[in-house]
Nanobody, 123 residues
Framework: QVQLVESGGGLVQPGASLTLSCTVS????????VGWFRQAPGKEREGVLC????????YFIESVKGRFTISRDDAKKTVYLQMNNLKPEDPAGYSC????????????????WGQGTQVTVSA
């Protein structure tokens, strides 16, 4: 069974950095596509970015460009979302997802989702 587990959320001050991880199990990691989403309370879930090992990163939120970056650890089967200079609009529950039938961005339909991790930005 393919599973995604997120971790790394927490409480930080504006301007601080935080790294989220998305660890994949049950799936070969030679090629991957991972999408990151976020949902604030009372708001719709929105796509943050889509990352693949060949296409790089596609950003869906302009304000995260230059602040959010992706790295990868093949041995740990983990994709890291480095979030720099966190802003008041960034707090949300962040989830990662993957498409097990296609490995390129954009993704038509994600079929496996993680449980999410909470990011809180507060002075």
């Amino acid at each position: 069974q393919v599973q995604l587990v997120e971790s790394g959320g927490g409480l930080v001050q504006p301007g601080a950095s935080l790294t989220l991880s998305c660890t994949v199990s049950g799936l070969e990691f030679d090629y991957y596509v991972v999408g990151w989403f976020r949902q604030a309370p009372g708001k719709e879930r929105e796509g943050v970015l889509c990352a693949s090992n060949e296409e790089g990163v596609t950003y869906f939120i302009e304000s995260v460009k230059g602040r959010f970056t992706i790295s990868r650890d093949d041995a740990k089967k983990t994709v890291y979302l480095q979030m720099n200079n966190l802003k008041p609009e960034d707090p949300a529950g962040y989830s990662c997802a993957t498409d097990t039938t296609d490995y390129a961005c954009p993704v038509r339909e994600y079929d496996v989702w993680g449980q999410g991790t909470q990011v809180t930005v507060s002075a």
